[in-house]
């Protein structure tokens, strides 16, 4: 879904895809998007906006075109309004889906030299799995995503192993309603939340069994909200991974101005597209470069 604010004069651009793990379908959010019409046409900002829209899709592609629109009108990239260092390229995740263990194996060693994957793992063979991909990517760094597929018990009995292969993170393990089952985790791979954390206001209340969280903006509403998590996991001394859902390079550009704070990136979107905008983002060697204006900011 992308939303458009026009002054007449120039127009921003903001992209966000609608996530049904969080209710949220197509036609609800264009709907959303439409009714902040005529709020934003009589002079809506990006504050006003997080007290009105609650977090979600639809508020991360009117504030994301809010931002776009800002740095038009100023003369001046986003990342300089936003009180951020210039964007650089940065390491980003390349994904691994889920297959048996010899496709994954295979795919991972199609992404040779890649720097960091992220691997995508249900509940059944994890290890068997990692040890592929590890296989066929001796070098690189690992990310499991266990997208909320495992209890507890499964946890504790996959994770010295996940250690031993060099896994640098598990990503969402439990689902988040059984957040409290982490009580007293102390396995060699630390965790993230990702489902587990949407705004500033949840970090505090994570589990300590968490070490880092994942950034992303249609869960937080947007940039403007994910530079308040981001603010709110360094104050609990969480480390931090900003990532996407699969959209094209105009739903990866705003978070591209956070990459320089995150401690893994996860931009990889559009490599999953068959077709991705005229003016993308350049993806090389592992790498997302950062967005030029004539995408967004």
């Known amino acids: 879904v992308v939303a458009r604010v026009d002054n007449g004069r120039q127009a921003g651009r903001g992209e966000a895809v609608p996530y049904p793990r969080y209710g949220e379908t197509v036609e609800g959010v264009v709907a959303a998007v439409e009714a902040l019409g005529p709020a934003v046409a009589d002079g809506l900002d990006r504050e006003g906006l997080r007290l009105r829209q609650p977090p979600g899709a639809a508020r991360n592609a009117v504030d994301c075109a809010l931002w776009d629109l800002e740095a038009k009108r100023a003369g001046q990239p986003a990342w300089r309004l936003a009180g951020l260092r210039p964007p650089e390229p940065a390491v980003t995740a390349v994904t691994i889906s889920l297959d048996t263990p010899q496709c994954m194996g295979a795919a991972a060693g199609r992404r040779f030299g890649a720097p960091l994957l992220k691997v995508k793992l249900d509940g059944e063979r994890v290890v068997e799995r990692m040890r592929a991909v590890r296989g066929n990517a001796v070098a690189a760094r690992l990310i499991a995503d266990a997208n909320e597929a495992w209890d507890r018990a499964l946890l504790d009995r996959v994770a010295g192993e996940l250690g031993r292969l060099g896994v640098d993170l598990v990503e969402q393990p439990l689902p988040a309603?059984?957040?409290?089952d982490l009580a007293g985790y102390a396995g060699p791979v630390p965790l993230c939340a990702d489902e587990s954390v949407h705004t500033a206001a949840d970090v505090a209340s994570l589990p300590a069994a968490y070490g880092c969280v994942n950034v992303k903006l249609d869960k937080a509403g947007g940039l403007t909200e994910a530079l308040a998590v981001v603010e709110a996991a360094r104050?609990?001394?969480?480390?931090?991974?900003?990532s996407c859902m699969v959209g094209t390079s105009l739903a990866m550009a705003p978070a591209t101005l956070l990459a320089g704070l995150a401690d893994f990136v996860d931009l990889d979107g559009p490599?999953?597209?068959?077709?991705?905008?005229?003016?993308?983002?350049?993806?090389?060697?592992?790498?997302?470069?950062?967005?030029?204006?004539?995408?967004?900011?």
């Open 177 to 180: 309603r059984h957040d409290a």
């Open 235 to 242: 104050a609990h001394g969480l480390s931090l991974m900003v």
């Open 271 to 297: 490599l999953l597209l068959e077709r991705d905008r005229e003016t993308g983002l350049v993806y090389e060697k592992g790498r997302v470069h950062p967005a030029m204006p004539a995408l967004w900011g």
